[in-house]
């Protein structure tokens, strides 16, 4: 099993930065892809960036140029860096990991563990 831990969420103004990592434990070293989520009040959850194996990266449109990510491997964590926030990226952000094939790196069911998620409050 797999354990992952975000922390670093918070309330931020309108063009600010917030980074937020998640750390993995337990059976961590099978992980090959770490993602991000995100969900906002009455909306579904939705993909974020991906940091997959070899440190490739993806990101959704309405977040490219202003986030990126990275990883930590001897930390078993990967970290999501926020600039340049707007109120609309305000969400509970989840990380989830897998150490199995992606097929969509945009599908939530390409992931089998999941974090509690962390607050970001972008406030204007």
């Known amino acids: 099993q797999v354990q992952l831990l975000e922390s670093g969420g918070g309330l931020v103004q309108v063009g600010g930065s917030l980074r937020l990592s998640c750390a993995a434990s337990?059976?961590?070293?099978?992980?090959?892809?770490m993602a991000w989520f995100r969900q906002a009040p009455g909306k579904e959850r939705e993909f974020v960036g991906v940091?997959?194996?070899?440190?490739?990266?993806y990101f959704t449109d309405s977040v490219k140029g202003r986030f990126s990510t990275s990883r930590d491997a001897a930390k078993n964590t990967v970290f999501l860096q926020m600039n340049s926030l707007k109120p609309e990226d305000t969400a509970v952000y989840y990380c989830a990991a897998t150490s199995g094939v992606v097929r969509s790196v945009r599908s939530e069911m390409s992931y089998d563990y999941w974090g509690q998620g962390t607050q970001v409050t972008v406030s204007s």
């Open positions: 940091n997959g194996w070899g440190g490739s990266t």
């Open positions: 337990g059976d961590s070293d099978k992980i090959y892809t």
